[in-house]
């Protein structure tokens, strides 16, 4: 007699399989990820019928695939022209930081011109209309339903037959052919799945809102990420209005584009040039600030970076950032320590940036050195100035990249001197480069009378 096929279990994360069931997958460590596959079918696998026959890939018409603009620029720039018919998108970010309201934007937008099907299953209709009418999204085209239930979803499709389909959200859909929680591993995949197929047989443009875990990342099983054709990440600080949309995935587009927005009372508003954000405004210049000019994407921003070096009567002083590395921050600090002889260590010392903008990148270094020296100091460093390069461990300056495309912003804006690393490109006409080797080189030039703050004494 032929032996019982055997059935195996598969992680839907890392496709790790096991002969018996488990809570937690023994490769990725993942919890309730483990599913039933059963055992392969012996034999080949028949021929079946084609839904589309074979052509020369010269012969593909690709109209229908251009991208239709969505009516807001900044999304646009991120998704690489628009949204495309039939391609699925999926947004993501944290609670309350407007995923809603972005969508609700796009869609009275999009509905202008076509019919927009917006499904919640997060919110009654009722707290939809109420946003929308805050927002003056009330377009006649735009059709809102509540519907937690997939099959009802599809049901709405066929009555309205839209042109964009937005889902809100992903984890709150379910199948009823399918066990499972909705919001579960199983529901995720079935729901998206199902959405993905229907987008594609009918050319509909459909958007899934993702919830995110504690780490950020989103939830579900990762193979929603490899399905959907467009993964955006929305990001923001609750206590400020300034918003980011990236693009960690496109298959229509470039992955180094940013959107910023500026989330107000009455909606979400595009920030073409949203460098005056994080910048404050001021007559004097003020001792520990320094401006920089980062490069999220391909789109250079200025900002500001703020420190405050503050002698201490405790044992142990106290070490605040906002916006910045901690670890980078201490770094500096040591590198000023020893290389500049800055006695720094012993004061309380904050770091801070302007308008809630996250500084991450390297080129930071030499604005924050300067900030940290000009606040021990107490002294200002000279009025439209700006500081742009990493700081190494042995206190030299190392180049960045983009250079050029930073200076010509920050000469755009009215910056008259740059402090650089040692470069070899062509200047930027109307703005004074200065290149240096070292921070030792940079705190010369920026605070030619710097002083050095007493250390406090022991008892």
Same mark, same amino acid.
Not at 171 to 191: I, L
């Given at each position: 007699?032929?032996?019982?096929?055997?059935?195996?279990?598969?992680?839907?994360?890392? +496709?790790?399989?096991?002969?018996?069931? &488990?809570?937690?997958?023994?490769?990725? %460590? @993942?919890?309730?990820?483990?599913?039933?596959?059963?055992?392969?079918?012996?034999?080949?696998?028949?021929?079946?019928? *084609?839904?589309?026959?074979?052509?020369?890939?010269?012969?593909?018409? *690709?109209?229908?695939? $251009?991208?239709?603009? =969505? +009516?807001?620029?900044?999304?646009?720039? !991120?998704?690489?022209?628009? !949204?495309?018919?039939? #391609?699925?998108?999926?947004?993501?970010?944290?609670?309350?930081?407007?995923?809603?309201?972005?969508?609700?934007?796009?869609?009275?937008?999009?509905?202008? =011109?076509?019919?927009?099907?917006? *499904?919640?299953?997060?919110?009654?209709?009722?707290?939809?209309?109420?946003?929308?009418?805050? /927002?003056? @999204?009330?377009?006649?085209? /735009?059709?809102?339903?509540?519907?937690?239930?997939?099959?009802?979803? !599809?049901? $709405? !499709?066929?009555? &309205?037959?839209?042109?964009?389909?937005?889902?809100?959200?992903? %984890?709150?859909?379910?199948?009823?052919? &399918? =066990? #499972?929680?909705?919001?579960? *591993?199983? %529901? &995720?995949?079935?729901?998206?799945? @199902? /959405?993905?197929? /229907?987008?594609?047989?009918?050319?509909?443009?459909?958007?899934?809102?993702? $919830?995110?875990?504690?780490?950020?990342?989103?939830?579900?099983?990762?193979?929603l990420e490899h399905l959907v054709d467009v993964v955006l990440q929305f990001e923001g600080d609750r206590h400020s209005r300034l918003r980011m949309l990236r693009a960690v995935k496109n298959r229509y587009g470039p992955t180094d584009e940013i959107g910023c927005f500026e989330l107000t009372d009455s909606g979400i508003i595009g920030l073409p040039d949203p460098s005056g954000l994080f910048l404050t405004r001021r007559n004097e210049p003020v001792p520990g600030t320094c401006v920089t000019v980062t490069v999220e994407g391909r789109r250079p921003l200025i900002a500001e970076v703020q420190a405050l070096v503050a002698p201490t009567a405790l044992p142990q002083p106290r070490r605040a950032t906002s916006g910045l590395d901690n670890a980078r921050v201490a770094m500096l600090m040591a590198v000023l320590e020893r290389r500049a002889n800055l006695r720094i260590g012993a004061s309380d010392v904050y770091a801070s940036t302007v308008g809630g903008v996250r500084l991450h990148e390297p080129s930071v270094d030499l604005a924050l050195a300067l900030a940290l020296a000009s606040s021990n100091a107490d002294l200002a460093l000279p009025r439209g100035l700006v500081a742009i390069g990493e700081v190494g461990l042995a206190g030299d300056v190392r180049a960045v990249s983009g250079v050029q495309r930073r200076l010509s912003e920050a000469q755009r804006l009215g910056f008259t001197t740059a402090i650089v690393p040692e470069y070899s490109e062509e200047p930027v006409e109307g703005i004074e480069t200065i290149g240096v080797a070292d921070l030792g080189e940079a705190l010369r030039i920026a605070l030619p009378a710097r002083r050095r703050r007493p250390a406090p004494q022991e008892n």
């Open positions: 007699m032929a032996k019982a096929a055997k059935t195996t279990y598969r992680c839907t994360e890392c +496709g790790w399989t096991t002969l018996k069931w &488990v809570g937690r997958c023994g490769e990725c %460590q @993942a919890w309730g990820t483990v599913d039933e596959v059963g055992a392969a079918a012996p034999g080949g696998i028949a021929p079946a019928k *084609v839904s589309s026959p074979a052509r020369p890939i010269a012969e593909i018409d *690709v109209e229908a695939a $251009h991208a239709v603009p =969505s +009516g807001l620029d900044e999304l646009d720039r !991120v998704l690489g022209g628009g !949204v495309v018919p039939g #391609g699925v998108l999926l947004l993501a970010g944290e609670p309350g930081v407007g995923k809603s309201t972005l969508l609700l934007e796009v869609a009275a937008l999009c509905a202008d =011109s076509a019919p927009v099907l917006y *499904v919640t299953g997060e919110e009654s209709a009722g707290q939809v209309r109420l946003r929308a009418e805050r /927002l003056g @999204a009330l377009a006649p085209k /735009l059709y809102l339903a509540a519907e937690t239930s997939i099959a009802s979803l !599809v049901s $709405h !499709v066929d009555e &309205v037959a839209p042109k964009l389909l937005i889902v809100d959200s992903v %984890q709150t859909m379910s199948a009823p052919e &399918v =066990s #499972g929680v909705p919001g579960g *591993v199983t %529901q &995720v995949r079935e729901v998206a799945g @199902a /959405l993905i197929r /229907l987008a594609k047989e009918r050319g509909i443009a459909t958007v899934l809102v993702g $919830h995110v875990t504690k780490d950020g990342s989103i939830a579900g099983p990762r193979m």
